[in-house]
């Protein structure tokens, strides 16, 4: 199933699920890209809902939200009016040159192809201009209730895999030689929610809905194991929040030639 057709039927409890991402990172942003997201262009690119674009919006940015899903644009539109977007990937972006300070993928960089998309993100930012990218990923490998999950999932999802988002991201932006700079910031947080909330948060996983005929077999497995870990029906689950920040160079300025080391931070 294409990317471009996967999401539309999965927008209400993606819209009503997702987290959204903790205060710390859009700080570290800031830091690594050394400019203000108050009053910067920002193109933000799979913006799904518009969990991330409302987060940018609140932080005084100026955004244009691209999704390749209708389903997923409209119900950005009907949550923050008056907002325009772009039906469009990050491909072939439908932008003129330098127009951008920032271009951002919240939870879908790992939908693209590396060298296309990170050329067009470079062909549409502004000198010193920052292409970002981020995910929030369960940080459950110790937990018991989450092996239960991954296993099951392991078994009825086909293809699916728990480290399937563990790729070298900083490095595969470095081979490109577009970027003068690029860094990883990662930080952990967790939230809280109700198991009726975090079934709605497992339905918006497209390997969740991979499980096809299965579906209902599989979530009602994974509640009896989540009242089992939670008795109360309260969900507490953390996350590893992972953020890359790769920089266009100022006129003059040498792309990267050697990976700096990871800075690590705490949301």
Not at 138 to 162: C, F, H, K, N, T
Not at 217 to 229: N, P, V
Request: hydrophobic share 45%; proline share 6%.
């Amino acid at each position: 199933m294409s990317a471009r057709s996967l999401f539309d039927p999965l927008v209400d409890a993606y819209d009503a699920a997702r987290p959204s991402y903790p205060h710390r990172l859009f700080v570290d942003l800031e830091w690594l890209a050394g400019r203000e997201l108050a009053g910067a262009d920002i193109i933000e690119v799979g913006a799904g809902t518009g969990i991330a674009t409302r987060a940018l919006l609140d932080r005084g940015a100026r955004v244009i939200p691209v999704d390749h899903s209708p389903g997923m644009l409209g119900r950005l539109c009907e949550r923050t009016p008056g907002l325009g977007a772009v039906r469009a990937d990050g491909e072939a972006l439908p932008f003129a040159d330098a127009v951008a300070d920032f271009v951002c993928y919240a939870q879908a960089w790992h939908w693209v192809q590396v060298p296309v998309a990170a050329a067009e993100a470079a062909r549409v930012l502004r000198p010193g201009g920052a292409l970002a990218v981020w995910w929030n990923d369960v940080d459950g490998a110790d937990l018991r209730w989450w092996e239960r999950q991954q296993q099951r999932l392991e078994a009825m999802s086909p293809g699916y895999q728990r480290d399937h988002r563990l790729r070298p991201w900083a490095d595969e932006l470095r081979w490109t030689g577009l970027f003068a700079e690029v860094v990883t910031v990662s930080g952990r947080w967790s939230r809280t929610l109700a198991v009726e909330a975090y079934e709605l948060w497992l339905r918006s996983k497209s390997y969740v809905q991979a499980t096809g005929d299965r579906l209902e077999d599989f979530l009602a497995a994974e509640r009896r194991s989540l009242l089992k870990a939670f008795p109360d029906g309260m969900i507490t689950e953390p996350f590893h929040t992972v953020l890359v920040v790769a920089r266009i160079g100022s006129p003059g300025e040498d792309v990267v030639s050697a990976p700096p080391t990871a800075t690590l931070r705490d949301p």
